[in-house]
Every structure is written in C-alpha cells, then in structure tokens.
C-alpha cells in the first residue's frame, strides 16, 4: 500500500511544476487515514491537516445544515483558514475545534512546504475538491471497520458509530460519489 502512496507522490512531486501540492486522504472511520497521513509525514517534508479539527459547532448545527451530505464538517471554515491559506504560501495559524469541550483553539505556526496532506472524512466535499492535486480514498470492510473502532473504544462508542457517524460518512460519500472519483483507492482490511 505505502510502495504506491509513495510512488505516486514522488510522480506528483517531479511532474509538477506548482509551488504547492496538496493531497487529500478521505475514507470511512478506521481506514487508516490519520496513520497513512503519518507515513507520509516521515518519508517527506510536508504539513498535514485534519478535518476532525473541522467538525460543525454546535451554533452552526441547524437542522438544514445536519441534513446535508457531509453537512457536519465545518468546510468553510476549513477552506478560509487551511485551503485558502495553502495557496498564499505564507505562514499561518488556524482555529482547531475540540468536539469534547466545544471549543476553539489556535494552532501553533504553520510553515510555508510544497507537500499539504489534508486528511479526514469530509474533506473531499465538492466545494473543497478544486484545492487537490492528488486523492487518495482509504476503504475498508464493515467488519474490519468495527473491529478497529472498539479496539480504540468501547462498546458505547462503537454503537454511536454504528448509528450515527457511519450513516453520515456513507450519506456523503455515496451522494458525492467520492470513492469514484479518485485518483487511488485502497483497501486497508487486510493491511493495518
């Protein structure tokens, strides 16, 4: 898996001439998409950003916005202060939101690289996908899926995933046909 990830982006890399790169990795919960943005962060110079640190806050959960495919991700906001921001080539600092205190804090700086790996479900929404020169889809059985999440959890957890989160995940990428339009996909059940 990692030999064609790195492939791939050592081709990207030497076949472009732009300044910035950016990659997104997106898949269901469990697929390794935190661990894959990882590897790659030890094999190149590169900044990763995390869309779990976009998730909607709670004054901008209205019942229209919930009913959206993919309508819990905070991706305006997402695209002003990490997308956006990538392409000026500057530093900058950004506002992550903690889902368990429900609040905002600032990021450290973050530096000016070539190589942006954004990683999370959700971050290939349509109106964020025009960003991404390379997308990586993570997939992975509903077994595997489960298994991972109560080896991480617990069995609460493990239900509020089944109930909640995973019909959201599946509502969007399914809408969007996300999984069809990328430029890899790989099936991580057998791997991690």
């Known amino acids: 898996m990692y030999n064609k990830i790195i492939k791939s982006i050592n081709t990207l890399l030497d076949s472009s001439d732009k300044d910035t790169i950016t990659i997104a990795i997106d898949g269901p919960c469990a697929s390794g998409k935190s661990s894959t943005a990882n590897f790659i962060n030890d094999n190149f110079i590169c900044n990763i950003f995390h869309m779990d640190d976009y998730f909607l806050p709670p004054e901008k959960k209205t019942a229209e916005r919930l009913n959206e495919a993919g309508g819990n991700a905070d991706r305006e906001r997402f695209e002003e202060e990490i997308l956006k921001n990538i392409l000026r080539q500057q530093s900058f600092t950004f506002n992550i939101y903690d889902c368990h205190t429900l609040s905002m804090f600032e990021s450290g700086k973050v530096f000016c690289k070539r190589l942006n790996i954004v990683e999370g479900v959700y971050c290939m929404h349509p109106d964020l996908v025009k960003y991404y020169d390379y997308r990586i889809f993570l997939d992975v059985s509903e077994e595997k899926k489960h298994q991972?999440?109560?080896?991480?959890?617990?069995?609460?957890?493990?239900?509020?995933?089944?109930?909640?989160?995973?019909?959201?995940?599946?509502?969007?990428?399914?809408?969007?046909?996300?999984?069809?339009?990328?430029?890899?996909?790989?099936?991580?059940?057998?791997?991690?």
């Open 148 to 192: 991972r999440i109560l080896e991480r959890s617990n069995h609460e957890k493990l239900e509020r995933f089944k109930n909640e989160w995973i019909p959201l995940e599946n509502k969007y990428f399914d809408t969007y046909k996300i999984k069809e339009n990328c430029d890899l996909v790989i099936d991580t059940t057998d791997i991690f």
